[in-house]
């Protein structure tokens, strides 16, 4: 079983209160078992929402989740992630399957692997991971963006 971003399989629950529709992820979820992820959301955050951006103290190594009012909102992004990790292995095991890898929304502070936007709100992307992403990595499951053509 794959997670897929709920806003690329074209659910509005983007922050905008639009989606990230992608044929190409829509074309695999065709294909495969999959289950439908939205963290921030599970998280308890509304649609549509403040944009979001995670700020790293290089220093101090905390990390915080901050929108662009200045809310911190990292507990809910925590909180979500949680949740939805612990949805999707309470699925796969009433599937009798496991949990193959995800297809995240790229850039994202929840779903983004590899590039993430660097806490200013200023477009800037900056090598990391969203918090979803985090959780995800730290029990070994693949990830991969909507833009991996070679899987997709
Ligand atoms: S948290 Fe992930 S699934 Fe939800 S809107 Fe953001 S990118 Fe899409």
Redesign the pocket.
């Known amino acids: 079983m794959y997670l897929?971003?709920?806003?690329?399989l074209g659910?509005n629950?983007?922050?905008s209160g639009g989606?990230?529709l992608s044929d190409c992820v829509k074309s695999f979820a065709e294909k495969h078992s999959f289950m439908?992820?939205?963290?921030?959301?599970?998280g308890g955050?509304s649609?549509p929402r403040h944009p979001c951006e995670i700020r790293e103290d290089a220093a101090g190594g905390n990390t915080a989740v901050v929108n662009d009012i200045g809310e911190d909102v990292t507990a809910a992004f925590e909180s979500?992630a949680e949740e939805t990790l612990r949805a999707a292995q309470k699925e796969a095991r009433a599937r009798g399957e496991i949990i193959e890898g995800a297809i995240?929304?790229k850039?994202?502070?929840?779903?983004?692997s590899g590039s993430i936007y660097d806490g200013t709100f200023s477009h800037t992307l900056i090598c990391g991971d969203?918090i979803?992403v985090r959780r995800l990595r730290e029990i070994g499951i693949p990830v991969w963006n909507e833009e991996r053509k070679d899987l997709l």
Do not use: D, R, T
């Open positions: 897929i971003s709920a806003c690329l659910e629950c983007k922050y989606n990230n439908p992820v939205c963290p921030e959301v599970a955050l649609v979500g995240l929304k850039n994202s502070p929840s779903c983004g969203g979803f």
